[in-house]
């Protein structure tokens, strides 16, 4: 049977005070967590309170659609954050995992064009990932489970309502 690496809320919540202490002990102090739907969203909120930084962005890319279901490339869908945003400031990335990390690359490199400084924090970080995060919980190689998507979606019973 394939192992698989499971992340659970608990876990989590422990996971996201590790990394945030990692970026503060790094002297890294961001202006601002730009986060990356969805997965990421959850990251950049931990982190957004736990390094006290109250300004968060969001972008949305779209690479996969299941397990180990890919697009051929990462691509951004709206809205993409105004540049004026970004202007010489520090951007600490925050995603849930860089796997081949092309997603990442994307938003680092659309960053770069504008800021004073952009760093990526991650919770997972696989080996063959094009981008070394800088901030980095656990690496694998396995297929992650997150608390988040773990579940079937959620569905109106047939009981429910009047
Ligand atoms: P990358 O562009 O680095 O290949 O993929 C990044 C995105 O793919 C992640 O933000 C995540 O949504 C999805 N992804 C990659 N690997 C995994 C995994 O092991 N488990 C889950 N649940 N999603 C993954």
Not at 6 to 35: C, H, I, K, N, Y
Not at 125 to 141: F, G, I, L, M
Request: proline letters at 6%; aromatic letters at 8%.
């Amino acid at each position: 049977a394939e192992v698989r690496e499971e992340l659970t809320w608990e876990l989590f919540g422990s996971a996201s005070r590790e990394l945030a202490q990692a970026v503060a002990d790094d002297g890294f102090e961001p202006d601002l967590v730009l986060s990356i739907a969805r997965g990421g969203l959850f990251v950049a909120g931990a982190l957004g309170y736990a390094l006290e930084v109250k300004n968060l962005h969001v972008m949305n890319v779209e690479f996969y659609t299941g397990v180990d279901q890919r697009l051929d490339l990462p691509v951004m869908l709206p809205p993409v954050p105004n540049a004026v945003d970004l202007t010489r400031k520090k951007v600490l990335v925050a995603d849930d995992v860089a796997d081949t990390g092309a997603t990442l690359k994307l938003v680092h490199d659309f960053c770069a064009e504008h800021v004073a400084e952009v760093r990526c924090a991650v919770i997972y970080e696989k080996p063959r990932s094009a981008v070394k995060c800088d901030y980095v919980w656990r690496r694998t190689e396995r297929w992650i489970e997150f608390p988040w998507s773990s579940g079937p979606p959620v569905r109106r019973r047939p009981s429910a309502g009047s």
